[in-house]
């Protein structure tokens, strides 16, 4: 069945990076958009980032636009989420998620990970 | 920038009932409208999505209408597995999400 599993989240300081990763099975990764979702604790959904199944195009939230990085290894079938200087504002868990379309984008997201929780602290 | 506004913000309701949660958009999204199920520590599920479509395996009981600004979920007859948290979304441009309807056991 198709399946995400998100890891690297943990506690980082802030001004540090991380890399979050998403391993995707049980259907055609290099096929489809994906995206990373984020909620911070006790709050609503933000969409983050998408890149195109072929990672031609990726687009950000204006809240992480030059600090983040959203990339894929089609022959590996990961999604990664590179995040430098971290800020508290960032503590969040953080889904993968892909889109609904084949060779295209519809800004859907179905199905999603179970997560990985960032937590930026000192 | 296309705002979100999701209503109420809580909902309390008996099994059985039928219930309705609201989405408006600050400008004509067309039908580019998508509701998805939050349960307590888990991922969001797809529901509805193009506001009246309802995805694999999600049952009848729910339902989606609405175009242009103004936008509802249905849910009717409520079911003890459907008491979560309910999210609005925009796709017609950068995705938003509405803030969340928490429907809760009366």
């Known amino acids: 069945q198709v399946q995400l599993v998100e890891s690297g989240g943990g506690v980082v300081q802030p001004g540090r990076s991380l890399r979050l990763s998403c391993a995707a099975s049980?259907?055609?990764?290099?096929?489809?958009?994906m995206h990373w979702v984020r909620q911070a604790p006790g709050k609503g959904l933000e969409w983050v980032a998408v890149?195109?199944?072929?990672?031609?195009?990726?687009y950000y939230a204006d809240s992480v636009k030059g600090r983040f990085t959203i990339s894929r290894d089609n022959s590996k079938n990961t999604l990664y989420l590179q995040m430098n200087s971290l800020r508290a504002e960032d503590t969040a868990v953080y889904y993968c998620a892909r889109d609904i379309k084949v060779w295209g984008l519809t800004n859907w997201f179905d199905p999603w990970g179970q997560g990985t929780l960032v937590t930026v602290s000192s | 920038d296309i705002q979100m506004t999701q209503s109420p913000s809580s909902l309390s309701a008996s099994v059985g009932d039928r219930i309705t949660i609201t989405c408006r958009a600050s400008?004509?999204?067309?039908?580019?409208l998508n509701w998805y199920q939050q349960k307590p520590g888990k991922a969001p599920k797809l529901l509805i999505y193009?506001?009246?479509s309802l995805q694999s395996g999600v049952p009848s009981r729910f339902s989606g209408s609405g175009s242009g600004t103004d936008f509802t979920l249905t849910i009717s007859s409520l079911q003890p597995e459907d008491f979560a948290t309910y999210y609005c979304q925009q796709s017609y441009s950068t995705p938003l999400f509405g803030q969340g309807t928490k429907l809760e056991i009366k």
């Open positions: 193009a506001a009246s």
């Open positions: 049980g259907f055609t990764f290099s096929n489809y958009g």
């Open positions: 400008q004509s999204i067309s039908s580019c």
């Open positions: 890149i195109w199944y072929d990672g031609s195009n990726k």
